[in-house]
Each structure stands twice: as C-alpha cells, then as structure tokens.
C-alpha cells in the first residue's frame, strides 16, 4: 500500500510558478514509477507528466512541454511538478499517482492522492 498526500497548489497569475509536491509513505517508493494527472472543470483527467522509479526516465504531455518538469526525491519519498508559464488553461484539481510500471496511462496507476487545486487567473 501507498499513500499519496498532494501539496502546493494554489491561486497565480498567469504568467507566474508553482511547484507541487506529493509525498509518499512506505518504504518502497523507489520501486513505483510516479505521474502527475490533471483534471479541469467539465473535462476528463489527463496525463501531465510520469517519472520512472530511479528518475532516469521522466515524460510529459504536449501541453505541457518545455513549461512542467517532473522530478523525485526518493531519500525523502517525494515527488515534484515544477509548474512555469502557468496558462488559464492550466487550471485543474492536479493528483498525483503511483505505478508499478512507467507509463502514461492512467489505468497503470494503482494508487492515487486526494488532489491538490491549481488556479491560474489571467
């Protein structure tokens, strides 16, 4: 079992930064590869962004690309979303989730955090 607890998000103006946080408890989270999901007001949850267990391999969505990063820290079970150039269109309930396998699909991801709302005024 893995629990995920989300941390960092908030109001910015577009434009600004934000960097999330989900730390993990067990013993473990070197072995899970980890994602970044996001879902919007009206639309379904979408990939962000996945990091492999050691952090060698990291991934993210087209929308999102040269502006988030993703990255871990597994001494202190914790995994990063560096948000720049936050757009309108950023804003969304962000979760964060693990995997026993690198992969994009949301189905892969076993267990999920509560979320974490992220508001991007223009």
């Known amino acids: 079992q893995v629990q995920l607890v989300e941390s960092g998000g908030g109001l910015v103006q577009a434009g600004g930064s934000l960097r999330l946080s989900c730390a993990a408890s067990?013993?473990?989270?070197?072995?899970?590869?980890m994602g970044w999901f996001r879902q919007a007001p009206g639309k379904e949850r979408a990939f962000v962004a996945a990091?492999?267990?050691?952090?060698?391999?990291?991934s993210t969505a087209d929308s999102v690309k040269g502006r988030f990063s993703i990255s871990r820290d597994n001494a202190k079970n914790t995994v990063y979303l560096q948000m720049n150039s936050l757009k309108p269109e950023d804003t969304a309930i962000y979760y964060c989730?693990?995997?026993?396998?690198?992969?994009?699909?949301?189905?892969?991801?076993?267990?999920w955090g509560q979320g974490t709302q992220v508001t991007v005024s223009s």
């Open positions: 989730a693990a995997s026993s396998s690198y992969s994009s699909q949301q189905d892969d991801y076993a267990y």
């Open positions: 067990g013993r473990t989270f070197s072995s899970y590869a």
């Open positions: 990091i492999s267990g050691r952090g060698r391999s990291t």
